[in-house]
């Protein structure tokens, strides 16, 4: 089992470029979440979806997109980069969602600075 | 508005010290409450604490929830360099299906 694999590890934007975050699980987990993590904060929900075909946004969904076409993969994507966007970007997984009472496994992240 | 609130936001000790890390809510619908260790990268899970009272432990660390008074304490005794790093709270709440964090509490051991 690889667990939560994001891709890439790092990248560096130019403001108005686009990008996605890829995020895959092979837990055959129904749940996936997007964070954000800035400097000395704590996580931030971006986006979340509970299973595939259904998505649904968290508390910081403006400026980002998702879908999920399939159970294991979750692409997050920005469509015109800026700088309040660089941060640390996590997904993770669950079994089932929080309601279930389900450990969420988290990828190792995906560091973003827009310049 | 739901919240959860960690303290104190950094802690710096000598290896061998105890310390004790805070974590209080006030949501709706509480169903647990949940700790993280984060160092480099990824958050990792630590514990899941759903009734009040009732001691976790895992090595060196344990944690403890009061539902009453909306708090959790996580205690790291005879403390190693190895336990530096951040360590998040997050609370569920029934019927939805999400983790609210805390900020965090950046601890560094020193040897």
């Known amino acids: 089992n690889a667990g939560v694999t994001q891709t890439p590890k790092f990248r560096i934007l130019k403001i108005g470029q686009s990008m996605t975050l890829q995020c895959a699980q092979d837990?055959?987990?129904?749940?996936m979440y997007w964070y954000r993590q800035d400097p000395g904060m704590g996580l931030k929900l971006i986006y979340y979806?509970?299973?595939?075909?259904?998505?649904d946004k968290g508390e910081v969904p403006n400026g980002y997109n998702v879908s999920r076409s399939t159970t294991e993969d979750f692409p997050l994507r920005l469509e015109l980069a800026a700088p309040s966007q660089t941060s640390v970007y996590f997904c993770?997984?669950?079994?089932?969602?929080?309601?279930?009472?389900?450990?969420?496994?988290f990828g190792p992240g995906t560091r973003l600075t827009v310049l | 508005e739901d919240k959860v609130v960690q303290s104190p936001l950094s802690l710096v000790v000598h290896e061998g010290d105890t310390v004790t890390l805070n974590c209080s809510y006030e949501?709706?619908?509480?169903?647990?409450l949940l700790w993280y260790k984060q160092e480099k990268k990824a958050p990792t899970f630590l514990f899941m604490l759903?009734?009040?009272?009732i001691e976790k432990k895992s090595g060196r660390l344990s944690s403890i929830l009061d539902k009453k008074e909306l708090f959790s304490i996580l205690n790291i005794t005879a403390t190693q360099t190895g336990d530096s790093a951040i360590y998040l709270c997050?609370?569920?709440?029934?019927?939805?299906?999400?983790?609210?964090f805390g900020t965090g509490t950046r601890l560094q051991v020193f040897p």
């Open positions: 993770a997984s669950s079994y089932a969602g929080t309601s279930g009472g389900s450990e969420q496994f």
């Open positions: 837990m055959n987990h129904n749940y």
């Open positions: 979806s509970v299973g595939a075909g259904i998505t």
């Open positions: 949501v709706t619908n509480f169903r647990s």
């Open positions: 759903t009734s009040s009272g």
């Open positions: 997050a609370v569920e709440c029934y019927n939805t299906d999400k983790l609210i």
